[in-house]
């Protein structure tokens, strides 16, 4: 249907006007197919953010790999297209979640807390309190984004380095990316540290718990077997546990790396907001599962199924938990959390909401992969260890895939009609045209 480029230049030495019969946005650029006249339809590119919709009128221009359209405003008889809003605007969506959530995660924990009788805790983690340990990492990742891109541009001669630096926070922390960021990280503590505490309140609001239900169900998908068993069987105890042990741990650094990657380096502001939201999402929603179905797990109450196992980083955690459980619940300790809940898997909501996200927003194929990987290994460790129930792991997805949707609705992605492939509709200050 493309006419060919080489035609295009025969007929005028300028730029020729068309009628854009369709476009569709890409995150990388507009395509669009032009009538030229009587001479039939041509496959075009726009920058994106270009407001050039079907029906418009535009010009095109010819160079020696592709047909561009010209930036100009449409030709009388073509339909204006619309020119919006500022970024804030497009953003509600995402504000009004981010702050819903927290806000909500934050205003339970209080009520909870305050019915119980409790204090709550801001529990420690990767690199100390959350408090800490979130604006150290955008820090250092502020730092790392200056200092070797200027050390290396520089050539290390020290007079050329503030021009660069200035530079830098010129083109990339603009307003919009420090709002973002800021934002981000308050709404993301928020929520992660109600999500401790609730989690840690649940024993004192609920004593019933399902796992002998879900002991069942397990037995009745492995045909009459326990899922760990029956995985030591098949891996073995040996090296098998040490290398499921670090992939299982490898989640701890990498909840706040990841949520410091997107929201620092994310080539588009809506994917840093689309983690975050997705982030927030699906802490709160692992929250509201184990108080609907609350377990301990089939490594707490069926500990002798995984009595043969090695020690290793998992089981010494699983101890140090059971123990954390037992001082809180009987020993009356105060300013500490008890971390033991089965329904659902965060740990494998987790790690493929990442993945999810890299998918479709990092270009990287090696680093598709190993997130991949990485959560396959994580749902094998949940039953390994014993973690987690496979009606666990099956929630947390669950989980991931309603957060990893919504969260890009309230940040402005558009998906494929199949649901495989997705485009932000906004660049930067400008919200380019909402096309097919």
């Not at 999402?281 to 500990?303: D, I, M, N, R």
């Not at 493929?352 to 194929?365: E, I, K, W």
Request: net charge positive; aromatic share 10%; charged share 15%.
């Amino acid at each position: 249907m493309a006419l060919r480029r080489s035609a295009l230049r025969l007929v005028d030495d300028g730029p020729l006007s068309g009628v854009v019969r369709s476009a569709r946005a890409t995150p990388e650029q507009v395509r669009l197919v032009v009538d030229v006249g009587g001479l039939g339809a041509v496959d075009a590119v726009a920058p994106l953010g270009s407001h050039a919709g079907p029906g418009d009128t535009v010009r095109l221009a010819v160079d020696a790999t592709r047909v561009a359209v010209l930036p100009a405003p449409s030709a009388s008889g073509g339909r204006r297209r619309r020119r919006v809003p500022r970024l804030a605007h497009m953003y509600r969506r995402a504000y009004a979640l981010l702050l819903g959530v927290a806000l909500t995660m934050g205003v339970l924990a209080m009520l909870t807390a305050v019915l119980l009788g409790k204090r709550l805790a801001d529990p420690d983690g990767f690199l100390g309190p959350a408090w800490v340990r979130l604006p150290m990492l955008i820090g250092g990742a502020f730092l790392a984004d200056l200092l070797p891109r200027t050390l290396w541009r520089s050539g290390f001669r020290p007079r050329a380095m503030p021009a660069l630096i200035r530079e830098r926070i010129r083109a990339h922390w603009t307003r919009e990316r420090v709002t973002m960021v800021v934002l981000g990280v308050a709404c993301f503590y928020v929520t992660y540290v109600s999500y401790r505490n609730l989690k840690s309140f649940l024993p004192s609001v609920t004593g019933r718990n399902y796992d002998r239900e879900l002991h069942l169900i397990d037995r009745a998908i492995f045909l009459g077997h326990d899922p760990g068993v029956t995985l030591h069987a098949l891996l073995g105890t040996g090296v098998s546990a040490h290398v499921l042990s670090s992939i299982y741990l490898w989640f701890l650094p990498l909840v706040p790396l990841a949520l410091t990657a997107w929201l620092v380096w994310s080539r588009n502001i809506s994917y840093g907001y689309w983690f975050v939201t997705s982030q927030v999402l699906a802490w709160s929603l692992g929250t509201a599962s184990y108080y609907a179905l609350p377990t301990l797990g089939p490594g707490f109450e069926y500990f002798q199924s995984y009595a043969d196992l090695p020690s290793v980083g998992s089981t010494r955690l699983m101890e140090a938990l059971s123990y954390g459980r037992q001082g809180v619940l009987t020993g009356g300790i105060e300013g500490v959390v008890q971390s033991v809940a089965g329904f659902a898997s965060l740990h494998c909501a987790i790690t493929l909401l990442v993945a999810l996200m890299a998918q479709f927003t990092l270009r990287n194929r090696v680093v598709h992969w190993v997130l991949w990987a990485n959560f396959v290994v994580t749902i094998v460790a949940t039953l390994y260890f014993g973690w987690h129930y496979v009606a666990d792991d099956f929630a947390g997805i669950v989980i991931a895939l309603l957060s990893f949707y919504l969260g890009g609705m309230a940040s402005g992605q558009r998906f494929d009609r199949h649901g495989r492939a997705s485009h932000p509709t906004t660049q930067t200050s400008r919200v380019p045209v909402d096309v097919d």
